[in-house]
């Protein structure tokens, strides 16, 4: 307080102190109103609060932390690909007597042997040997047995007939018999000679010549009935090759079925299927 001229005081306000104010550099105490005011003690400025800091703007974001990716120093993660690593594995770190060196952070994985394949040898049957295409082959051989019985009955009439007919025209052999009984030919030279001896021709050239017309006729028959046996042997030659054509397409068929059904059967190609003997094979499973 202040201490008038007579003696009395003169109080302050309220009785309170001057109030500091802040500032950046501490706390500042207005001037005092008179050299007679007593001033209260300051405060220290050691003592006094920290300014508070301004709040970051809403559009301000706090950066993400940065995550620490160097590894100097810290060994990678080791690859439990063996239940030890190898030597080389082993990351080394400086010690006291290496003088704090970086840890090898590179380690090599152990590699991991290839399992063995497992295999198996199993044995093709042959295809020929099928009892199907077996069954399919004695029907062909029974049906080739029967067509070729037809052909030689056939063959043996036919051959019966002809020796027959060339006898009938006088033929003895491989000539012509006039003497031969009941030969055409020989009926014919008969009453031709009969004929121009009666005229009194049988010396004649008229005679000679008419015996040769009688031979060239008979030729000629013999000849049709020769073509006519030859044509018959031909046409069988033909059939037995058309129906030995038939069976063969017949018989191929029937071994392919067989091959497909024991490939199918072992999950195999048609190529590993063996024709006329059996086969092995190893294969992986």
Do not use: C
Request: charged share 20%; hydrophobic share 35%; glycine share 10%.
């Amino acid at each position: 307080m202040a201490i008038r001229a007579d003696g009395g005081a003169t109080p302050r306000a309220n009785n309170a102190p001057p109030v500091p104010v802040l500032t950046a550099r501490g706390p500042v105490v207005p001037p005092a109103a008179s050299r007679s005011t007593v001033r209260a003690p300051l405060a220290s400025p050691s003592k006094a609060a920290a300014p508070a800091k301004a709040a970051p703007k809403p559009s301000q974001k706090a950066a993400p932390a940065k995550t620490n990716t160097s590894y100097a120093g810290t060994a990678k993660p080791v690859s439990y690909g063996s239940s030890a690593p190898a030597p080389s594995q082993v990351s080394s770190f400086g010690g006291g007597g290496g003088g704090g060196g970086v840890a090898d952070a590179s380690f090599a994985a152990a590699p991991i042997a290839a399992p063995v394949p497992t295999t198996e040898t199993i044995t093709i049957p042959d295809a020929m040997a099928d009892p199907t295409y077996q069954q399919q082959q004695t029907e062909l051989a029974r049906q080739m047995a029967d067509f070729k019985a037809q052909q030689d009955l056939a063959d043996a009439q036919y051959t019966g007939s002809y020796n027959q007919t060339t006898r009938k025209l006088g033929r003895n052999g491989d000539k012509w018999d006039p003497t031969l009984q009941n030969g055409q030919y020989g009926e014919t030279v008969n009453a031709n000679t009969n004929d121009f001896a009666g005229r009194g021709l049988y010396n004649s050239g008229e005679f000679a010549k008419s015996q040769s017309n009688v031979d060239a006729d008979f030729n000629s028959r013999l000849g049709e009935i020769d073509r006519a046996h030859t044509d018959f042997r031909d046409t069988a030659a033909l059939s037995a090759r058309n129906m030995a054509s038939q069976q063969e397409v017949v018989r191929q068929q029937a071994l392919a079925s067989a091959v497909a059904g024991i490939a199918a059967k072992y999950g195999i190609n048609l190529d590993e299927v063996g024709r006329g003997s059996t086969r092995q094979i190893t294969r992986a499973i």
